[in-house]
């Protein structure tokens, strides 16, 4: 049985704590956060945009700490599952390999690239000394059903190849986060909202040479932007248009349309006036003239977190790497995102 603490109960907490009490194989045997009222199994305090309702939680047989590191130490523990801010993203999971536990670790995996090269370092020394220890990154859009399709269909081979594709994530200004736009603490849409399409441009395309960004900057963030992604004389061209508006009226918008030598796939999703739906329902143009619709199961978005952490639980049970949750192309996502920064704010084509 893996026995899993969870640092950190907020909303993605939640979530995971819900997600690991279906899976077999795994026991959430710990959780630590300041907030006696959360380690005394009183969650009503907490919100989200989707799932259940916080509750009041049974934590019988569940250690707590009001300290993360008091859970590291904790002997019988073999991962820590980090949902905490961003920002401490790093140094937590650091210690946490350090202390010889496997660490699945929240995106975005950290505010800067050198604290992911960090981290990516730091699994790597407990490979280096026997100790083994993986890092995962939890990237849970490849586990959304249009996601996974998309992947499902681009890997099969059956269309030919890759050769590009046009992504949107889009949301209305979230001001009742205070620290949404502070650079050290969330990063903005950037790091929050597009980091999902950066990964999955970078999982589905590979790494592109670099990047061309326009659009608009707020408190020295990007706020609204068109990117250009680069993959020199391989001849695939991505974009990617992401960031928020002012308007809350349409609070979520995402979608894709991804080009194969014999099929196009389409998708667009909005939530418009409170309200749910496909304006574009996961569709495949084939070469033969026909649009086919896939029945894609699970549509609630607790799903793919459970199917993120059962890929966790399957890995560390096997004792191998994730192909979706490597520290490595999260790493990567997060150098995307830096570069597409730096082009927004210097108006150049940025190296990658």
């Known amino acids: 049985m893996l026995r899993v603490g969870i640092a950190g109960i907020g909303f993605m907490g939640m979530v995971h704590h819900l997600s690991y009490a279906k899976l077999r194989g795994v026991k959430v045997a710990a959780i630590a956060d300041p907030s006696a009222e959360k380690r005394a199994g009183d969650w009503r305090s907490i919100k989200g945009n989707f799932g259940p309702p916080g509750a009041k939680m049974d934590l019988s047989g569940v250690a707590t700490y009001e300290s993360v590191d008091e859970m590291i130490a904790d002997p019988s523990l073999d991962a820590i599952d980090v949902t905490l801010p961003p920002a401490l993203h790093a140094d937590v999971a650091c210690r946490a390999l350090a202390a010889g536990k496997h660490v699945f670790c929240e995106k975005p995996m950290a ?48 269309h030919g190849a890759l050769l590009g594709g046009a992504f949107k994530r889009v949301i209305s200004d979230p001001a009742w986060l205070t620290h949404y736009w502070d650079a050290d603490r969330v990063g903005g849409p950037m790091l929050d909202l597009h980091i999902h ?5 970078r999982l589905a395309f590979g790494k592109p040479a670099g990047v061309t960004t326009r659009g608009r900057m707020r408190n020295g963030l990007p706020e609204h932007w068109t990117t250009q992604f680069d993959f020199g004389d391989e001849g695939v061209a991505v974009t990617a248009t992401s960031g928020t508006i002012n308007q809350q009226g349409r609070p979520f918008q995402h979608g894709f349309e991804i080009h194969l030598e014999r099929a196009t796939l389409v998708f667009d999703f909005a939530v418009i006036g409170g309200e749910g739906a496909y ?6 143009l ?25 890929e966790v639980v399957r890995c560390l049970q096997s004792d191998e790497p994730s192909p979706v949750l490597g520290a490595e192309l999260a790493r990567d996502a997060i150098q995307l995102c830096q570069a597409q920064s730096k082009s927004l704010a210097t108006g150049r084509r940025v190296k990658v």
């Not at 304006?279 to 495949?284: A, E, K, N, S, Y």
């Open 111 to 158: 505010m800067r690239l050198a604290d992911c090269d960090r981290m990516v370092r730091a699994a790597q020394r407990t490979q280096a000394n026997g100790a083994g220890k993986q890092l995962y990154i939890g990237h849970v859009l490849p586990y959304f059903p249009e996601y996974a399709w998309a992947l499902k269909e681009i890997e099969s081979g059956k």
């Open 286 to 310: 084939t070469h033969d003239g026909k649009a086919k619709r896939p029945k894609l199961a699970g549509d609630d978005p607790m799903d793919a977190f459970k199917a993120e952490l059962r």
């Open 197 to 201: 399409d950066a990964h999955f441009i």
């Open 279 to 284: 304006l574009c329902p996961p569709t495949l």
